[in-house]
């Protein structure tokens, strides 16, 4: 396990410390959020963390079959699908509290008031310390509203697993695909705490950031303590929404969501680089934003959904017939070029960079597939992004940008980004 954590595989699912009785416990979550050994677990349950280890191995092909099986259309960006559609919740209050379109938090909330379900395993942020999350098992409607949003700090949903286990009631569970795909693990190993787990949904996940982000987005603002956040949001107000810190002082910072981006280079979880599941790709239903500009002029939020499964694409569908969501139909090659910036980060990016970390003879996720073959302009494009990863990634380079207003750097960023992806898109769209 150790080999793991100082190997870079640890994407902070969680279920080591969620399945190890309280001998594994995050230790520093406004830090490095690492798992640490405080006492060593007994070898049945160590293989069995080991096993549930996504970050370590999950073997994508093997769990498409044995919960698709082979007759659902697939994809190798976007994983196994019934139907592909854009779509948002109608009720406003669910739409405009959301990240995008309210998509999951509209399904949890209809399976909760059509009594299919008792709770939802959820990301919501601590009451105690309100900078960081906190997973927790919602049973109303006003608790899933309340954790709606995407988090882009380091989270551990699977922290929870005995909670989860100890529920008197079905669940719908909520999580990242690194998450999402150690909990079908302990699903097909018939593990008692996941047996009452009726449908998996989760988020598009391109990458997640180290709490120094918040740290550094306050002192950008020239607040030093983050003890004093009160309120924190990542997609606040109308889509595609705001990064905003509330103090306990009554100051109030506010960025633009695509302004707040220029946190991620700075702050980057490497492991996010080396997740290959872009679309969240062994949920019942998964949703992404709808980044195109037909979508993006109209705010309001628009997502994008993929059912997967049976039980998801009836969902999708009674939902839709019942007025609780709006969806369009959306083809796969559209689906795709909507998201080619993310597909060439996770199916291509993150082949390369683990080719280069297998050269210097670091260990990689054994994801049981690889796709290769990119010509050379994708390894240059490569090396040039892994490199401003290092470089913009050093404390110096964040000092540096915190000296600047955020609304500036915000700009900046926007802009460079503009050009680099329209200078990259031939390179980025050959052969999706
Ligand atoms: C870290 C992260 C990265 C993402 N990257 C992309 C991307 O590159 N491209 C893209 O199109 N979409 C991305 N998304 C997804 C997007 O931001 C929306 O979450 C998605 O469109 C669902 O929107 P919604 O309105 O249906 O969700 P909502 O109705 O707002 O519900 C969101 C649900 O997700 C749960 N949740 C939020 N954050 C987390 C988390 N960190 N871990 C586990 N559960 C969480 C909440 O508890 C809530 O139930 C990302 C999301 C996250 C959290």
Same mark, same amino acid.
């Given at each position: 396990?150790? *080999? ?54 999950? /073997? ?49 909330? @209809? ?109 950008? @603002?020239?607040?030093? /303590?983050?003890? *004093?956040?009160?309120?924190? @949001? ?120 683990? *080719? ?22 994708? @390894? ?53």
């Amino acid at each position: 396990m150790q *080999k793991i954590i100082r190997g870079g595989l640890c994407n902070r699912c969680g279920s080591c410390v969620g399945l190890s009785d309280g001998k594994i416990v995050f230790d520093n979550k406004e830090g490095r959020y690492l798992p640490q050994i405080i006492a060593e677990p007994d070898e049945p349950t160590m293989q069995l963390i080991l096993k549930a280890c996504s970050g370590k191995s999950f /073997d994508f092909p093997a769990y498409r079959e044995h919960i698709y099986g082979n007759d659902t259309a697939f994809h190798s960006y976007t994983g196994s699908y019934k139907s592909i559609s854009i779509g948002f919740a109608p009720d406003t209050d669910i739409r405009l509290n959301a990240a995008s379109g309210g998509i999951i938090s509209a399904i949890l909330i @209809y399976l909760l008031e059509k009594t299919l379900i008792q709770g939802a395993v959820v990301l919501g942020m601590s009451k105690t310390n309100p900078w960081l999350t906190q997973p927790f098992i919602a049973t109303t409607r006003e608790q899933i509203m309340e954790a709606s949003q995407s988090k882009y700090i380091l989270s551990s949903v699977n922290e929870i697993l005995p909670e989860i286990g100890a529920f008197d009631g079905r669940l719908a569970y909520v999580g990242l695909p690194g998450q999402v795909q150690s909990l079908r693990v302990l699903q097909k190993e018939r593990h008692p705490w996941v047996q009452n787990i009726d449908y998996i949904f989760g988020p598009f996940y391109g990458n997640t950031l180290h709490f120094s982000s918040i740290k550094s987005f306050l002192r950008s @603002y020239g607040e030093k /303590d983050y003890h *004093k956040i009160q309120k924190l @949001y990542f997609r606040y107000g109308e889509w595609p929404g705001n990064m905003r810190v509330e103090l306990n002082d009554g100051k109030v910072f506010q960025l633009k969501k695509f302004y707040a981006n220029y946190l991620i280079p700075f702050h980057i979880v490497k492991n996010s680089l080396i997740c290959t599941d872009l679309t969240n790709e062994f949920t019942d239903v998964s949703g992404g934003d709808a980044w195109a500009p037909v979508y993006e002029e109209r705010g309001k939020g628009f997502s994008m959904v993929l059912a997967r499964s049976s039980k998801g694409q009836q969902l999708v569908e009674a939902m839709t017939n019942e007025g609780w969501l709006s969806t369009t139909p959306l083809d796969l090659e559209t689906s795709i070029a909507m998201h080619s910036h993310g597909y060439d980060l996770k199916k291509r990016g993150a082949f390369i960079r683990m *080719k280069f970390m297998r050269l210097l003879g670091k260990p990689t996720p054994d994801y049981g597939y690889s796709i290769t073959g990119f010509g050379f302009s994708r @390894y240059l494009m490569e090396i040039v992004i892994d490199s401003l990863f290092v470089v913009l990634g050093t404390s110096f380079a964040r000092r540096i940008v915190e000296l600047l207003p955020p609304t500036f750097v915000g700009n900046l960023f926007e802009k460079s980004r503009d050009i680099w992806k329209k200078s990259t898109k031939n390179i980025k769209r050959q052969d999706l």
